[in-house]
Nanobody, 125 residues
Framework: QVQLVESGGGLVQAGGSLRLSCAAS????????MGWFRQAPGKEREFVAV????????YYADSVKGRFTISRDNAKNTVYLQMNSLKPEDTAVYYC??????????????????WGQGTQVTVSS
């Protein structure tokens, strides 16, 4: 089973940057697509970004495109989310996820195999 642990959340001013990490345990990490989701208070879970098992295919939600970058280091069993030009509306709990299907993650998380516990990101205005 894959275990996911997020880190790197915190408080940042609007316009600032933050880098989230998701460390995975398990020998099959490189075989999974990895993604990031977020959920703000009172709102539904929202897809943010996904990266395929090879690290060459990525897809982003329109709301973060051009500002966020997802990457992975399979040798370290870690996926990252670099967040730049942060806005108050980016405030949410951010979750990483793993699934054998890139398209399942891209479709907003239905039936995803593994989830992390989340890390809080707060952007002040």
């Amino acid at each position: 089973q894959v275990q996911l642990v997020e880190s790197g959340g915190g408080l940042v001013q609007a316009g600032g940057s933050l880098r989230l990490s998701c460390a995975a345990s398990g020998r099959t990490f490189s075989g999974y697509a990895m993604g990031w989701f977020r959920q703000a208070p009172g709102k539904e879970r929202e897809f943010v970004a996904v990266i395929g098992w090879s690290g060459t295919i990525t897809y982003y939600a329109d709301s973060v495109k051009g500002r966020f970058t997802i990457s992975r280091d399979n040798a370290k069993n870690t996926v990252y989310l670099q967040m730049n030009s942060l806005k108050p509306e980016d405030t949410a709990v951010y979750y990483c996820a793993a699934d054998s299907s890139y398209t399942i993650i891209k479709s907003n998380g239905g039936g995803i195999d593994f989830w992390g516990q989340g890390t809080q990101v707060t952007v002040s205005s």
